[in-house]
């Protein structure tokens, strides 16, 4: 039977992957899951659907998010994003109005995204009850950066290199916890938005001494690094001083004891680098807007298959994945 | 307020889609709604989502409709079928059998299509109550077939001009409505299947005196046919005497009251043609699996904007569509 885990980002959630999923259609592109596929002629195509509640939220709603997403995932698969499609479903007695606002947002993420246009979409209506309010699906298509000016795979990950992340960590988690909890106080909004311009700069001053790249949406910064060193001869040590956690979050988190570091982002990116590029990256990422937390977290050395964190006082501990997706239905 | 007609390919959706996503989307590609967008570099990209009840049906499933139909709309839009993202949503405690029947189901759909792959796709589980079973997505990209082959358009059809289509019409919808309804007796299965060898065929053969082709999904022929008349200079005259129906659809559709013609179809295609390959394209689908019963059904006139039926015995009618959508949740 199906539970809540298996839509997360952790171990049912990939148990159902690879037996459903990957059992039957793993042979091509799906092999290694990328956020994206590429695919020849240069093309890079991604898709997510959209079931997040509430869905309108501090810092976005499911329409900006629904854009975000798919062009996120399509710059992290070395693509920029072009052309988008736009499939609803919708549950009878939704409102009109709030379904404008929806679109009006759509709109506006789009507008957003430099050379993105909404080219083809869907549009379904169910009985009340059969959905919760709308449910949106994109799928993108971008033109993939030439692998002679940006080669990504975890194969060229070795030890040395540095461990970036573009931003705070985890506010779009603890944004839609606050909201469902009606925590209002320190105040923490979604960090959502485009990282197309973090991800242009990067490959401009990094170009093949990137490695690797990946937004940390479901399972959050801490998941993305236990999937990339998860059978692989190299493992990862965070400086916990480091880590850019927003105030606000640091609150939510605290009050509902959750881990901010498997919670979700929608607007970083969590980058492997060589680490002549590090500083060169960061110090970029910091001048642009929503990216001034940018910083340099960690490292990659030899202990394959291990993310371990350096605490403030100089102590190691392993990082500890969560069992189960910590919060359903937060994309 | 949203309700379920708003869903149908009736005119509440046709006010839906003008009124919010036109509105907002409609300077590009999406312009003049076609199955599939055209894009520079000689791409198709076409997305729907699945939210049919019941998911089992004589003839198919949610699987098999999901890859046909995406399918066969990038075949609609002159394109080869290449690419396929899928994505489910799932409602938490369904059935993992039974999603395995289902994806067992979209990878033999996959088989079907000579050069069609899943590359990307999406998994999200929403609470019970929040769905109604499994929806599912389809977006897929084609390759173009050069325009010095196939030049599509409706501003290319003129009177003389023939109207085929590629079997038998509205098993489908009648399918869906006697599994609903526990109806047997005669016995009436879905026409879903993917189109492409029709379509290869009749470009083969037909190349650029093939003026339009769409799948009379949603709204059936007479939907289709009434939306391509709509606001140009030409009708179309339909014989009656030679509309291919199956004898278990026509039961169906007698016991429920229903006109089958504005029944859909998931494995046909409507094609206006030059009336020189009519013949030709026509004698071609009946010698191919599922297109037995291909017939040239009518002609381009010159009444402006106007679908008429001429009868056995010789009077004519104006065809009038339906308010709104028969059948709601048939894909």
């Known amino acids: 039977m199906i539970t809540m885990a298996h839509g997360g980002g952790g171990k049912a959630g990939n148990e159902l992957i690879h037996r459903e999923i990957l ?13 994206g596929a590429t695919l020849p002629g240069n093309l890079v195509f991604s898709t997510d ?27 992290m698969a070395g693509g920029w994003p072009q ?3 736009l499939s609803m479903i919708i549950e009878e007695g939704f409102s009109r109005e709030e379904l404008g606002r929806i679109l ?11 050379d993105l246009q909404i080219v083809t979409g869907d549009t379904k209506v169910v009985p ?40 705070t960590v985890g506010e779009h988690g603890m944004a839609i916890l606050a909201a469902r909890h009606g925590i209002g106080g320190p105040g923490v909004a979604s960090d959502c938005m485009f990282v197309g311009g973090q991800f242009s700069s990067a490959v401009a001053l990094g170009g093949v001494n990137i490695k690797f790249m990946r937004d940390p949406t479901r399972g959050g910064v801490g998941g993305i690094l236990q999937e990339i060193v998860e059978g692989m001869p190299f493992g990862i040590e965070l400086d916990e001083s480091v880590l850019p956690f ?36 960061v110090d970029e990422w910091r001048k642009l807007a ?34 189960n997706d910590q919060l359903p239905r937060i994309c």
Request: net charge neutral.
């Open 23 to 35: 059992s039957r259609f793993g042979k091509g592109p799906l092999a290694e899951l990328p956020d």
């Open 49 to 75: 659907s959209f079931v997040i509640t509430p869905r309108f939220f501090p810092g976005g709603d499911i329409g900006k998010l629904a854009v975000c997403g798919t062009a996120n995932d399509i710059c």
């Open 83 to 85: 052309y988008l499609s």
């Open 104 to 114: 009006d947002s759509v709109k506006k993420a789009v507008e957003q995204c430099p």
């Open 128 to 167: 009340r009850g059969a959905a919760d309010g709308i449910y949106l699906n994109t799928a993108g298509i971008g033109t993939r950066i030439p692998v002679e000016r940006l080669d990504l795979g975890r194969r060229r990950i070795q030890a040395g290199d540095a461990v970036l992340v573009s931003g």
């Open 246 to 281: 927003s105030a606000g979050a640091r609150t939510v988190a605290n009050m509902l004891g959750i881990d901010l570091l498997f919670s979700a982002c929608e607007g970083r990116i969590v980058m492997i680098v060589d680490p002549q590029c590090a500083e060169a990256v």
């Open 290 to 323: 929503g990216s001034e937390n940018a910083a340099r977290i960690g490292t990659v050395n030899t202990e394959g298959g291990k993310v371990t964190l350096r605490g403030e006082y100089g102590g190691r501990r392993l990082m500890i994945q969560p069992e």
